[in-house]
């Protein structure tokens, strides 16, 4: 009864509709459709791409090349010139339309099938080339479905083959499903078909949805439920296959897998244990990247004077451990408040990784006052009684300051952590809080230790007048760190940002030294003092939060930007691909390309070996590049990843690199 509605509706709208849609509008043209050629003047003897930019009416729709349970596919006939031949069209990927419990299949947003024509070899140069296309389709509104035909045209002539609608192109070409290079399974069941297709835990799958192209493979409108099963995704609905199906997998907005699929196994759920051996091991990872974070710039000097401040207030044992977990405490929340925002906007549809915060010009500006003031404060300009950030003894003063330690290496990752992090965010979000726990434990290991073994604290130096200088000392990692955040602020947000900034850090210091001078005095810094340093550090955030982004930034000399569309033409040269991804906020990253990837005795070895580099400015938090990233199990940069010409996949290279890794890359 179905199959019978279906073909009935079909058949009464292709008949009856033309002159009732044509007494309501007037005209049935309601795709608005033309050619658009990827070059003006095609090379002879190679293929042009040809795009059938299509534009729905507002409150119409298109269909795609499988209509669903009503509607028709639309006939595409090529006139071409003598030897010029066309492929089958690439649909861009659909969307889902119920209406009366039929399920269709349809674009109510612009977009573009492709077709790959074939010039033949040995035209001249100006030799003319009349394209023409007739095509027959339905298109719909939510009342009315209405045949139609239209004839279009394009004229070429050969010539060097120049992309002339390279950008319109990309955008088209993201939207056409890429083929899964894996073997996809199903199964029948007495409850329907389940489909088994191979994704990596670690890629992002938004409202994903199987459109099958095999007609009678499924049934069109059943619900599809999916999930995950460890690197497989499975979509169980109404069917009884009895072949390979071919489909399209939906796994974002606009972005899709061409998928075929056989009679076979389906993987088995993972266990539970197999799921904590996971967590755990990412666990250990966290521990250990957190404890290297320590000897950062912008973390050592406020450990060192934590550390320093037990040994000159002689605390006492209880005293001692009070302040060791105070201070953890602080490093630990604010590593799981971080965990909860990503996991947080992650299921949202964000791709967001570790640093995620540093991707807005805001929060850059609020970590550079920041940093100024703790700088002035360790220079000696000024004491803050409340919060006792760096030097102070008590349990709050510790918990401030590890809070303040976690905050401000998040743009710092290393050996470890970036695996552990990558797997964090695939785990179930109980095991993947523990993992950002573990980074905090990480990172507050050392001064735990030393509030905790009393050997340890015998070790540090005895107090004195020396460390009134030492603190000096440490003041300039503190100074370097907030121009270094000034630079990525700069580079970031414009120049105009990085002045209003200044601005705002020499308010901050002007405050701090009338606050200083007032404690020298015996008076107390003063509310006043406080309140306008909170006004300074959210107005300068919001002020340069609203500032426009500048243009696109300078590349490195002989590299390119990456792109997957560069990426997929460079493997398809069968040339070698050295891709890294970076971001100016990131430490790691800066340090790896100033004592790695630039250096003269890589770059000659890239030449030589006729490798190609590729760079991801992850600076700004680019959705595409973050979903990139995390397919490669990543939760932000850096990533270093080759491309041997004849490998299937790339090789995830460490996180810090050497110069003779690098240059044995192409032998």
């Known amino acids: 009864m179905r199959t019978l509605r279906c073909v009935l509706m079909t058949m009464l709208l292709a008949v009856c509709a033309p002159?009732?849609?044509?007494?309501?509008?007037?005209?049935?043209?309601?795709?608005?459709?033309?050619?658009?050629?990827?070059?003006?003047?095609?090379?002879?003897?190679?293929?042009?791409?040809?795009?059938?930019?299509?534009?729905?009416?507002?409150?119409?729709?298109?269909?795609?090349?499988?209509?669903?349970?009503?509607?028709?596919?639309?006939?595409?006939?090529?006139?071409?010139?003598?030897?010029?031949?066309?492929?089958?069209?690439?649909?861009?990927?659909?969307?889902?339309?119920?209406?009366?419990g039929l399920m269709n299949y349809v674009y109510e947003a612009p977009y573009a099938p492709l077709v790959t024509l074939q010039v033949p070899a040995g035209l001249a140069a100006g030799t003319r080339l009349p394209i023409r296309l007739k095509t027959s389709y339905l298109v719909c509104s939510a009342t009315i479905c209405v045949p139609e035909e239209q004839a279009l045209s394009l004229d070429l002539v050969v010539g060097d083959g120049a992309a002339t609608q390279a950008e319109a192109f990309a955008g088209w070409r993201r939207a056409i499903p890429k083929p899964l290079d894996a073997q996809a399974t199903y199964a029948v069941n007495a409850d329907g078909v389940r489909i088994a297709v191979p994704i990596p835990a670690s890629a992002e799958v938004k409202d994903a949805f199987f459109f099958p192209v095999?007609?009678?493979?499924?049934?069109?409108?059943?619900?599809?439920?999916?999930?995950?099963?460890?690197?497989?995704?499975t979509i169980a609905t109404k069917g009884k296959?009895?072949?390979?199906?071919?489909?399209?997998?939906?796994?974002?907005?606009?972005?899709?897998?061409?998928?075929?699929?056989?009679?076979?196994?389906?993987?088995?759920?993972?266990?539970?244990?197999?799921?904590?051996?996971?967590?755990?091991?990412?666990?250990?990872?966290?521990?250990?990247?957190?404890?290297?974070?320590?000897?950062?710039?912008?973390?050592?000097?406020?450990?060192?004077?934590?550390?320093?401040?037990?040994?000159?207030?002689?605390?006492?044992?209880?005293?001692?451990r009070r302040e060791a977990l105070a201070y953890t405490a602080g490093v630990v929340l604010v590593c799981l408040g971080l965990g909860a925002a990503i996991l947080g906007l992650r299921a949202g549809g964000s791709a967001v990784g570790w640093a995620f915060q540093l991707q807005h010009p805001a929060a850059i500006v609020v970590l550079l006052l920041l940093s100024v003031a703790i700088a002035f404060n360790l220079a000696g300009l000024f004491e803050v009684p409340t919060p006792r950030f760096a030097g102070e003894s008590g349990a709050s003063g510790a918990f401030a300051t590890g809070a303040l330690a976690a905050f401000i290496a998040t743009p710092c990752t290393g050996p470890f952590m970036g695996a552990a992090l990558g797997a964090a965010l695939v785990l179930p979000w109980p095991a993947a809080m523990a993992v950002f726990a573990g980074l905090g434990i990480g990172l507050a290991l050392p001064f735990l230790a030393i509030g905790f073994v009393p050997a340890l604290r015998r070790f540090l130096p005895k107090p004195g007048a020396w460390m009134e200088t030492f603190r000096r000392v440490l003041s300039v990692p503190m100074f370097l760190t907030a121009i270094a955040l000034g630079y990525v602020l700069g580079r970031q947000a414009g120049v105009e940002a990085l002045s209003w900034a200044l601005i705002a850090a020499l308010s901050v210091g002007v405050v701090l030294w009338i606050g200083g001078l007032r404690q020298r005095t015996g008076r107390a810094f003063g509310w006043a003092a406080l309140v306008a340093l909170a006004i300074v550090f959210v107005g300068s955030g919001a002020l340069i939060a609203k500032l426009p982004t500048p243009s696109a930034k300078t590349e490195v000399a002989g590299d390119a930007a990456f792109t997957e569309a560069k990426l997929a033409s460079l493997r398809s040269e069968k040339r070698p691909v050295f891709v890294y991804f970076t971001a100016d906020w990131c430490l790691t990253c800066k340090v790896n390309e100033k004592a790695a990837i630039e250096t003269a005795g890589v770059r000659d070895a890239f030449a030589k070996n006729k490798v190609a580099v590729l760079i991801g400015d992850w600076t700004d938090g680019d959705p595409v590049m973050?979903?990139?990233?995390?397919?490669?199990?990543?939760?932000?940069?850096?990533?270093?990843?080759?491309?041997?010409?004849?490998?299937?996949?790339?090789?995830?290279?460490?996180?810090?690199?050497?110069?003779?890794l690098l240059a044995g890359l192409g032998e």
């Open 19 to 100: 002159a009732f849609a044509e007494s309501l509008n007037g005209s049935s043209q309601h795709l608005t459709m033309r050619l658009v050629a990827e070059s003006a003047q095609p090379r002879a003897g190679a293929p042009l791409t040809i795009a059938i930019a299509t534009t729905p009416e507002q409150g119409w729709h298109g269909y795609w090349r499988v209509p669903g349970d009503a509607g028709f596919p639309a006939t595409i006939d090529w006139t071409l010139p003598k030897g010029v031949t066309a492929g089958e069209p690439e649909w861009p990927v659909p969307t889902t339309l119920l209406i009366a």
């Open 214 to 233: 095999t007609v009678g493979a499924i049934d069109y409108a059943a619900p599809q439920k999916v999930a995950r099963v460890g690197d497989t995704l």
């Open 241 to 320: 296959p009895s072949g390979p199906i071919e489909g399209v997998l939906r796994i974002g907005d606009g972005l899709g897998l061409a998928v075929k699929a056989s009679p076979g196994a389906l993987p088995a759920a993972p266990t539970t244990e197999s799921v904590w051996t996971t967590a755990l091991v990412a666990l250990a990872g966290a521990v250990l990247g957190g404890l290297i974070l320590n000897i950062m710039p912008c973390v050592f000097p406020i450990l060192s004077l934590k550390a320093l401040s037990l040994a000159r207030g002689g605390a006492s044992e209880t005293d001692a």
């Open 626 to 660: 973050g979903r990139f990233i995390q397919a490669h199990n990543r939760a932000g940069v850096p990533l270093y990843l080759y491309y041997a010409p004849s490998a299937a996949e790339p090789t995830v290279l460490p996180q810090v690199l050497t110069p003779g």
